[in-house]
Structures are given as structure tokens and as C-alpha cells.
DNA sequence: CGTTTAGTTGACCGTGCTCAAGGGGCGTGG
DNA sequence: CCACGCCCCTTGAGCACGGTCAACTAAACG
């Protein structure tokens, strides 16, 4: 049975082991060394918390090890779109020290356990192992796959497929790290959130939500999400995974 | 005076540097190696044409001498999306090699000529010279701002201030590679291909454009743009450059 | 308990889409 | 040289998708 919280009780490195295996093979040495780095100073958030902020300059790599986080930005009106998910097992801005400061703030949905290393130690980790680097750096590929096919969405699927498309994604990249029991999963992110990630409006996102569970593709309650037929909401929502360069298919 | 052309017959490894420089200081010894390197192998592309496609592998890096061109998504049932645009100067997949294949296509608007280089003396140039090495990495983390930015104009910005931003960050991103006159730029860019780029329709395009003219903000004819207010245009656009990560502002 | 946050529903309306037709520029072939 | 086709831009009419505003419920929380 699904809590309704996220934290994942399992060993919570093995959860970024497998994100990364999930893009490219890691040698054993490989994730002991990585193992080893995640453990050595480990961090938490409440929900509802901004790791980082716009204009923050940011010099950490994070390592999230459970919970769910959003990227997002804000127009100076007020109005705010999500650009992107980060889940358990994904790596934070493993770059971004280069750069003098953020454009996108990073903000909590749930409680969040998550590993910092400076730049050097990720450097350092980088370094270390062969198969570690190409998987970070696969990793950050992926992130902008996933980035564009985002823009896809935005741009050019109308609400239903819209919202069928994010379920979709959600579902397809929490099943490499484990965290899909059957075929549900958590599903800690308000409507409103929801609607902040596909540019519609709250109410218009309640109504497309109660569509999808009308048409019998999925049951959401109580902050868990179970999609009865997985391929229909699929073929509604265009849905086609290679974007996520996952390797095995 | 500005030809329809965006064919730049200035010494085009020039537009290179000026792009990498606007990111970070290069040495006159990085200037160099990245010159030698973009004159070995020189291709050139008609206008509607597509460099890769969505499945192709890529092996090489493709840099951008004049010409613009386009990254898109297609969805089965034949709707685009542009995904962002790639101008003279700029970088193509400098690390896509390390994926299995292309998750979306490369097309050009124009015209195009743009060195290649295989994976292996990508990372001999890196290699050679630590500032460049640092520039294109920062192209690379530029590139997913604006894509991120990208998401936000698809997302919560309405038709007017969509095409309005567009425009803006057309503008912001050929300055720093010289390759405005005056406030005037080329403009190579069918109202379908903005469409595409907007998320919005061909029709709409074609009459929140008119809007712009009628209020005085642009001149757009004969492929060039002329933005005769850029501060309201900006303001119209809530278009603030710092996404750009550029160096002088 | 009152307050806040999340979800839900109804009514109305407007932004932007669709469909359709026509015009202008340009290249190509008869 | 003109005719034709093609691409791109433009305009009109009608409509629907999704937004806004408002009210209400239910659960969570102090």
C-alpha cells in the first residue's frame, strides 16, 4: 500500500544508482564511489520550501534522494509556469556553478531528502570513474530532452492531452527508480501545480482531471495516482517515451 | 543596408567567437585553436533543410557560421513545435553523441553554413584550452535556460506578449554576435514557422504582428525587423535578459 | 473550533482556432 | 513573354476551448 507522503524508506542512495543505471551502465566501483559521496552530507526540506531562488547564485550539485521538487519561473505580474519536474534519483543543476545565477528557482512539493557536494567534490566524483561521468552527463542530456518535449506539450497538445501527457511522464520516469507499486504511484502534486506545469488554468485542470477519470484511464485520490489502462492514456496523450533516452525500452 | 539574405560575408569564424566571448572571456590562445578548428571541415545547407532528424544518431558537433535554423518536435498526428531557434554563432548538440538518437530534428530557415567536427576533435579542442572548454559549457547551459524560458512563453504569456518576447529574444541574442543594424535585424522567418514557434495559429500570428505594427513597436517587411521601440516592446513582452546568462548587460 | 488549503461546480465570456477565400510576389515552363 | 503554380501573407465570419469570477464543500491543521 502507498503512504502519502514520499519519502522512500529504502535505501535511499539506491534510488539515484538506479536513475543514473537507467541511462547508462555503472561499473561497481562506480557506485560504491557514488555511494559513498551521496552519504557524506545529506540534507532536508519541508514541503512547500525554495532550495534555490532566481538570482541566487548556485554552487552545490544536488543529489535528490526522495521526494519531489518543481523548476519554475515567475513573470513579474505573478504569473508562474513550471518548467520542469526533478523526482527522486535526479540530479540538480550539476553544472550550474558556472553560472552567475540562477533563472529559475527550485521549490519543494513534498519533504525532500537530498545530498549537496560543492563543485570539486562533483568534480572530484566525476573524476573518479569513467561510467559515473557519462552517466551525469546523460543524465543532463535527458533533463533537456525532457525540457524540449515540455515545450511540445505547452505548445502544441490541447488540455486533455496535455494532462494525459504529464500523468504519462510522471509515471514512465518514476518506474527506472522504483517507485511505481503496480500501476500507481504517489502522486504529491496539487491541482494547482498541475496546473502551474501545463499552463492551464486551476479550474480548467479539475475538469480535464475529472474527464481522464470519467473515461475510466485513471483513479486519483488521496495523493495517489493509479492509471487503470496505461497504453489509452498513452495513445491520448501522444505519448512515445524515447525522449526520455532511457536504455531499456 | 540589409540584404534578404542572412549570408554573412564578414569572416564568419568571427560570429563564433563573439558568441562564446559574450559568455565568457576567451584567450587569444582559445581564439585561435577555435579558429584553426571551425575552418577544417566547412558544410553548407540550403534553406529548408534538415541537418538531423528525430532517430538519426548524431556524431558530430555542428557550429553555426551564418544561418538560422530551427529545432523541432513533430507529433504523429503531423502538429510542430518549434522548439527554439538556433542563430549564427551558436552551437549544435555539443554532447549529443553520447545519446543513442536525436529526440528532435534540426531544420534550417535559410541558407546555412556551419563547421563540423567529429565527436573525438570536439573534445581535443575542449582539451586544448581551458576557456574554451569553459565557453561551451556555458553555451550548453545557456541553450536549457532559454529553452526553460521558452516553456514559460508557450506556457503563461498571452499571443501578443508570446510574439512580442519572441522577437525580443531574437534581437538580445543576435547582438552580442554583431549581427544587428542600427534596430534592425533580418528577419528570415515565415509567420508559419512563428506559428510554430508560439504555439499559436498561422491567422492568429499574422494579426497579433499587425497589433505590433499598429502600435508603433516594430516594422516588419521584407524579412527584416525593425523594433522601433525596444523598451516597450520589452515591457509589452515582460522580457528581462538575465536568462541569457550574457556577460556585459 | 475557526482558519486555511485543496478540490469542485456553475455561469459567462473572450482569446485564439478553424474554415474559407483572395491577393501579391516569384520562379518555372510552355 | 505570358501563364500557371506555389508560397506567403491577409482578411472575414463563426465558434469552441479554456479562462475568469464566484460560491460552496471537505479535509487538514492550529
Known amino acids: 500500500m502507498l503512504t502519502s507522503t514520499t519519502i522512500d524508506i529504502r535505501s535511499p542512495p539506491q534510488t539515484v544508482v538506479r536513475r543514473l543505471n537507467s541511462l ?18 545529506v540534507s532536508r526540506a519541508g514541503p512547500g520550501e525554495d532550495l534555490v531562488c532566481e538570482g541566487d547564485r548556485s554552487d552545490r550539485v544536488r543529489i535528490i534522494l526522495s521526494g519531489w521538487l518543481t523548476r519554475y519561473k515567475t513573470l513579474d505580474d505573478g504569473r508562474r509556469q513550471i518548467v520542469s519536474l526533478v523526482l527522486p534519483g535526479d540530479t540538480c543543476d550539476a553544472w550550474a556553478h558556472l553560472l552567475r545565477q540562477m533563472d529559475h528557482s527550485i ?85 494547482m501545480d498541475l496546473a502551474d506545469a501545463t499552463g492551464l488554468s486551476v479550474v480548467h485542470v479539475n475538469r480535464t482531471i475529472q474527464e481522464l477519470r470519467a473515461s475510466n484511464l485513471i483513479v486519483l485520490r ?18 512515445s517515451p524515447s525522449y526520455l533516452h532511457l536504455r531499456a525500452e
Not at 562506480?30 to 555511494?35: D, P
Not at 495517489?224 to 495513445?235: F, R, V
Open 24 to 41: 547508462a551502465p555503472l561499473s561497481d566501483a562506480g557506485i560504491a564511489t557514488l555511494v559513498k559521496a551521496v552519504g557524506e552530507r
Open 107 to 191: 521549490g519543494t512539493l513534498t519533504p525532500v531528502i537530498y545530498a549537496e557536494l560543492d563543485a570539486a567534490r562533483f568534480e572530484e566524483l566525476l573524476a573518479a570513474d569513467r561510467s559515473l561521468e557519462e552517466a551525469f552527463q546523460l543524465e543532463t542530456l535527458a533533463g533537456m530532452a525532457i525540457q524540449r518535449e515540455w515545450a511540445v506539450n505547452l505548445g502544441r497538445r490541447i488540455a486533455l492531452e496535455r494532462v494525459a501527457y504529464l500523468l504519462c511522464e510522471i509515471f514512465e520516469r518514476l518506474r527506472p527508480v522504483g517507485l511505481l507499486e503496480g500501476n500507481s504511484c504517489a502522486f504529491p502534486i496539487t491541482q
Open 222 to 239: 488521496e495523493r495517489t495516482l493509479t492509471i487503470s489502462n496505461l497504453e489509452a492514456l498513452k495513445n491520448l496523450a501522444l505519448f
